[in-house]
């Protein structure tokens, strides 16, 4: 089946709030995904943005009104409300969350009742009940109920995966840049649950997100890094905005890429379990091919999208799953991007060494990303395909374009699925060729587009 979604972009339902994502759209959609699960209880949980909570009050009216009851957990991160959604016996959950997008807009994201994003396939199934309006009203109206268990279920699943008295006599050091985000009620409770001593950072849940914005960047964590240096934690990390994605700064003060601390994680993991399954996307590392080959285990690539790396994951039962963006997936916990889970993991590999942060780093294969962004039509990046497929190197188009300049560099253009822009993505072996590659490329593409 051909993906042409409508309303879904590359993760989950977002807009405006007010404008494109009216609550008479919320209450459509809602409806919707209450016909697809067909059966409640629903578990609905929301972020920390200032239109959230009225948007939970329509999402549960609207189960209510075509049957279903729900049950809503409040304030919690993405991956929270996943977990609970599974552990707790949930038949489906609701995210209302625009994950790391500006203040102003909302999103909903859907999950299924193995704990995982509904697959692509279903976000069609959705839309079809949507745009034919397919649901019923029902005689007996849906209850609507509250979950308190949901983060303590969550918190105590994470720690079920990992050494917890190993890293509780540790005592380890950890800065948490909160961002102003979900995980502002979760990640400080498990860190103190392992013993930890915890300095945070924007640390007052705050729609729209005074700190540093809803996304960690390395261009807005300064204060994450002076705080790591001065307190000499062990290690810094910051959350998005919906909790699922972390950004690591390592003892030393250098904020990581996503695929840096993922290719620490996966070395840590597939070290533990040889013979297993990575999924990742396109645009990651291909430094974890080389870390999979060491323990014979074996790298499956995705098109970009949380979506497709955690329902190839669940196909597949894959061990590790990741994104270039800070998104990690511990297939032994859940299939999906969870940030507490992700720091966990880290505060588990360094219990069982005697090496810094900044010292295992060190002993990765060499490769440097990045990545940049201009804003772009369709038309646009129809022009940019157009010019970029006369390129004569191997090419990949799974997902907008992948050039592969040689073993060990590429580069890769794609439209978003959340915003009007196109995303430019590039690695190399060196910091020199890397720049040289990304300035060529990013030079070109700005003038098809006309930028």
């Not at 993922?262 to 990742?280: D, E, M, N, R």
């Not at 870390?291 to 669940?314: F, H, P, Q, W, Y």
């Not at 646009?380 to 992948?402: H, Q, R, V, W």
Request: with cysteine.
């Amino acid at each position: 089946m051909v993906y042409m979604a409508r309303l879904f972009g590359t993760n989950g339902i977002r807009g405006v709030f007010g404008e494109g994502l009216t609550l008479d759209f919320v209450s459509d959609i809602a409806a919707s995904l209450g016909t697809f699960f067909k059966k409640g209880p629903i578990l609905v949980g929301y972020d920390g943005r200032d239109s959230s909570v009225i948007m939970s009050k329509v999402v549960c009216a609207s189960l209510g009104a075509i049957g279903l009851d729900s049950a809503v957990c409040g304030l919690v991160p993405t991956p929270c409300l996943q977990f609970a959604t599974k552990k707790l016996g949930y038949k489906g959950g609701i995210m209302i969350t625009a994950s790391h997008n500006p203040p102003e807009y909302n999103g909903l994201k859907p999950t299924a009742s193995d704990g995982v994003e509904i697959s692509r396939e279903d976000e069609l199934k959705v839309e079809d009940i949507y745009f034919k309006k397919r649901w019923k009203p029902s005689k007996k109206l849906g209850l609507i109920g509250n979950e308190t268990r949901a983060i303590q279920v969550y918190l105590d699943g994470i720690k079920s995966r990992i050494n917890v008295k190993k890293i509780r006599s540790q005592e380890f050091k950890v800065v948490l840049d909160l961002g102003n985000g979900a995980q502002a009620v979760a990640a400080p409770l498990l860190c103190k649950e392992l013993g930890c001593q915890v300095i945070t950072i924007n640390e007052k849940v705050d729609g729209s997100f005074p700190g540093r914005g809803s996304e960690p960047t390395p261009q807005n964590l300064s204060k994450l890094s002076t705080a790591v240096v001065r307190y000499k934690a062990d290690f810094g990390i910051a959350f998005d905005g919906d909790g699922d994605r972390s950004i690591f700064c390592d003892d030393k003060g250098r904020i990581l890429t996503g695929d840096r601390s993922a290719l620490l994680i996966s070395k840590f993991i597939l070290g533990k379990h040889p013979h297993s399954k990575v999924v990742t996307t396109l645009n990651s590392t291909s430094a974890i091919e080389e870390i999979a080959d060491k323990t014979n285990s074996k790298v499956l690539r995705t098109k970009v999208g949380s979506v497709e790396v955690s329902r190839k994951m669940v196909q597949e039962e894959a061990l590790v799953g990741f994104e270039e963006n800070g998104g990690f997936m511990y297939g032994k916990h859940n299939q999906v991007r969870d940030g507490s889970m992700t720091m966990a993991l880290v505060l588990d590999l360094l219990s069982q060494t005697s090496k810094t942060i900044s010292d295992e780093l060190n002993s990765l294969p060499q490769s440097f990303t990045t990545k940049g962004k201009i804003q772009c039509t369709k038309d646009d990046f129809k022009k940019i395909l157009a010019s970029l497929k006369s390129e004569p190197y191997k090419k990949d188009l799974t997902d907008g374009i992948k050039i592969s300049l040689d073993k060990s560099s590429w580069v890769m253009v794609r439209l978003s699925g959340t915003e009007p822009i196109a995303r430019i993505y590039a690695e190399s072996n060196t910091e020199d060729n890397l720049g040289k590659i990304f300035d060529k490329y990013m030079s070109r593409i700005k003038k098809v587009a006309g930028r």
